[in-house]
T-cell receptor, first 114, second 114 residues
């Protein structure tokens, strides 16, 4: 089974620009979550999508948005980029094995804002 | 949301057992406790999950006391390849898959010494 695929792996953008990141979950996984990881703040929850609906949202400004398509693929968009948005953005799809629920993470998109 | 607290870092010699404790005082009734391992430039990887008492799999054990206000990840006989950051996650498991609400710990950086 293919894992969670995130594209692109690396991205450099200029302040004020916008960016779109893509995530393809494991086949059959309907829940996709996004996290921002920075050295100072650790892993911070952005939002979760399930069956094309945003089910949960973290404490991020409205510049951060996302969506999920009917095939469960998800995109995350950040508008008006700021230097502080430089981070590793991780996507995770959710699985259930027996009684266990858990995330399978992608390798992330490293975004650098200059 | 349950807040989690972990030690920032730990050192251990190869071959020793390592115990990493996570504190989650306001864990909710529906929350499960999950531990993840993360290597540099990769997404976190699921290690083990539990609700109460003790859970063991092929790589680790998870001890959860009756009050569930803390949990301890136990790694038997660590090797150099276990050097990584370990995260404790407390979250409400959605019955249809995915977490409803999650909190990642700050992570514990484990350094295994030869």
């Amino acid at each position: 089974k293919a894992g969670v695929t995130q594209t692109p792996r690396y991205l450099i953008k200029t302040r004020g620009q916008q960016v779109t990141l893509s995530c393809s979950p494991i086949s059959g996984h309907r829940s996709v979550s996004w996290y921002q990881q920075t050295p100072g703040q650790g892993l911070q929850f952005l939002f979760e999508y399930f069956s094309e609906t945003q089910r949960n949202k973290g404490n991020f400004p409205g510049r951060f948005s996302g969506r999920q398509f009917s095939n469960s693929r998800s995109e995350m968009n950040v508008s008006t980029l700021e230097l502080g948005d430089s981070a590793l953005y991780l996507c995770a799809s959710s699985f259930k094995t027996g009684e266990n629920y858990g995330y399978t993470f992608g390798s992330g998109t490293r975004l650098t804002v200059v | 949301l349950a807040k989690t607290t972990q030690p920032i870092s730990m050192d251990s010699y190869e071959g020793q057992e390592v115990n990493i404790t996570c504190s989650h005082n306001n864990i909710a009734t529906n929350d499960y406790i999950t531990w993840y391992q993360q290597f540099p430039s990769q997404g976190p990887r699921f290690i083990i999950q539990g609700y109460k008492t003790k859970v063991t799999n092929e790589v680790a054990s998870l001890f959860i006391p009756a009050d569930r206000k803390s949990s301890t990840l136990s790694l038997p006989r660590v090797s150099l390849s276990d050097t990584a950051v370990y995260y404790c996650l407390v979250g409400d498991q959605g019955k249809s898959g995915g977490y409803q609400k999650v909190t990642f710990g700050t992570g514990t950086k484990l350094q295994v010494i030869p």
